[in-house]
């Protein structure tokens, strides 16, 4: 079983920087995709962005496209989710999440394991 600790959420300015960690427990190079998903209160729980097992391939949802980078480290159990030119809708609870399934699905319900989730606000 994988367990994921994310950390690196906060306040912040439209238009500045956060970078969000993501660790897991176990190596997730045996062929786990791992991506970042947000919920904002009253609202469905959304993609972000995800990246395959092997860092050759990486998905982003639109609204986050050009501003939003994952990455991952595999040796360090870490997978990262730089952001810059935040907007206050990007306010929300941001999820690291692992699925077995390939190339890495955008809906939630493929994912197995998951974070207990990092608070990111962006003010006006």
Same mark, same amino acid.
Request: charged share 15%; hydrophobic share 35%.
């Given at each position: 079983?994988?367990? +994921? ?5 906060? +306040?912040?300015?439209a238009g500045g920087s956060l970078r969000? =960690? ?9 062929? @786990?995709?791992?991506? #970042? ?21 990486? %998905? @982003?949802?639109?609204?986050? *496209?050009?501003?939003?980078?994952? =990455?991952?480290? !595999?040796? *360090? ?7 810059? !030119? +935040? *907007? ?5 609870? @941001? &999820? ?5 399934? %390939? ?6 319900? #493929? @994912?197995? &394991? #998951? ?10």
């Open positions: 079983q994988v367990q +994921l600790v994310e950390s690196g959420g906060g +306040l912040v300015q969000l =960690s993501c660790t897991a427990s176990q190596d997730t190079n045996r062929g @786990y995709a791992m991506a #970042w998903f947000r919920q904002a209160p009253g609202k469905e729980r959304e993609f972000v962005a995800a990246i395959s097992w092997n860092a050759a391939a990486t %998905h @982003y949802a639109d609204s986050v *496209k050009g501003r939003f980078t994952i =990455s991952r480290d !595999n040796a *360090k159990k870490w997978i990262p989710l730089q952001m810059t !030119n +935040l *907007k206050p809708e990007d306010t929300a609870i @941001y &999820y690291c999440a692992a699925s077995a399934a %390939h190339p890495p699905p955008t809906s939630p319900k #493929w @994912y197995s &394991y #998951w974070g207990q989730g990092t608070q990111v606000t962006v003010s006006p």
